[in-house]
Each structure stands twice: as C-alpha cells, then as structure tokens.
C-alpha cells in the first residue's frame, strides 16, 4: 500500500483495558499510523503507566510513535517518543529540557494563528488546530477551517495535525488543504477498527493525489 503524503495520528479511547491492546495491535497492522497517543483522564501516573505500558510496546513493536498526552512526567518515566500539550499543560520549553531533543513535542493550538506561531518559534514539532468538525470525543470550543490549513501549509514547514470529528467521508478536504496527520478516535475505536484504518488510508490518498494535482 502506498503511504499517503498525510498520515493518521491515533488518539486512545478513555477507556483502554480489556481487549483494547488486542484492538490497537489490528488497527496499526491494518494501514499506516504515523503515532498513538495515550489520552486517558482522571487516573493517577502508576495507573496510567500500568495502562501505557503494554501499548507503548505495542507501538515500539510497528514502528509507530507512541506519544502521551498532557503529561511532560508521565511521558518521561514512559520514555514515550513524544507528548502532546495543550494550553494549560506546560510550556514546550520545560517538556524539551525535560525529555530531551529527540521527544517530538506537540502544541494545541484551537482556531489560533497567534498560537501556533508562539509554539512553532517555542521549539514545537507539529502544531495542531481544530476542531474542524463537531466532536463525539471532546467539547467543541474552538472551530478551525480549511483556510487555516492552507494558510498554515503555505508559509511554514513545521507539520500541522487537523483534529476534531475527522471521519473518512470528510477528511479528503483536510488533507487537500494542507493537513500532514489526521488525529482520530471515536472514528476508529467506535466501530471496526481494522475498516476504518483502511478507510481513512483510501480517504488519504485520494487527498494526497488531489494536492499533488494542485501543486501541479
């Protein structure tokens, strides 16, 4: 299968025990994942760390980056391959200093210009703006639109993940427009897992060949 030029980016359910590993194994074997974040709220590190552990393994095991989410200390003591930060969870100064240079730091940044600015010249890898579409996974607050991918994609190289109701019937849009990674949950992990993985690598394709045509 041809890796499109835009990749998926798996964020975890809440819940991730019972079977879920099991699910996360098929969905990385089903078509290309660039990277898995590990989002499960209101448990304490150890737990987390018992949760995380197996799928980080996973993970390792595909060649897919493993990446936490909020949590600069969870994401040390995991040796996770990256974190992701929003707003209020650290500054990426701190997660640098703490986790080394070769940590891929992400940076939240809704709706803003401003924001994803100030994280790029703050040392982040990848910004990430949405939602773009409404959420079954989180509260929409912030509304993104395709002019700031294209925006986005046009004046900077740093990689931008589109986030936020993301379905294969409505991402080619996206990745027309400029998105490097489509960050997905509840299309995935609500429903067959190793469909959807295969249906979003279709969807991204056909995405990729429609900017390439642009760029023509």
Not at 35 to 42: E, H, L, P, S
Not at 53 to 66: E, G, K, M, S, W
């Amino acid at each position: 299968m041809t890796i499109p030029d835009c990749q998926l980016y798996l964020i975890s359910p809440l819940d991730v025990s019972g079977d879920f590993p099991e699910r996360l194994a098929r969905a990385l074997d089903a078509g290309p994942v660039a990277a898995f974040q590990f989002r499960v709220k209101n448990i304490d590190d150890h737990e987390a760390a018992r949760l995380a552990a197996p799928l980080r393994d996973i993970c390792a095991q595909r060649d897919v980056a493993f990446v936490v989410n909020d949590s600069i200390g969870l994401a040390k003591r995991l040796n996770a391959d990256g974190v992701h930060l929003g707003q209020e969870d650290g500054d990426v100064a701190d997660a640098r200093e703490r986790l080394g240079r070769d940590v891929q730091i992400g940076v939240t940044c809704h709706d803003s210009r401003h924001l994803a600015m100030a994280a790029g010249e703050a040392g982040a890898d990848y910004v990430a703006f949405g939602a773009f579409f409404p959420s079954t996974t989180k509260e929409t607050k912030h509304q993104a639109d395709l002019d700031l991918l294209r925006w986005w994609s046009s004046v900077f190289e740093l990689p931008v993940v589109a986030i936020g109701g993301i379905t294969p019937e409505n991402c080619v849009p996206l990745v027309e427009a400029g998105a490097d990674f489509l960050a997905v949950s509840n299309a995935v992990w609500g429903g067959d897992e190793v469909a959807a993985v295969q249906a979003f690598a279709r969807a991204m394709a056909e995405g990729s060949r429609l900017r390439a045509a642009q760029a023509e």
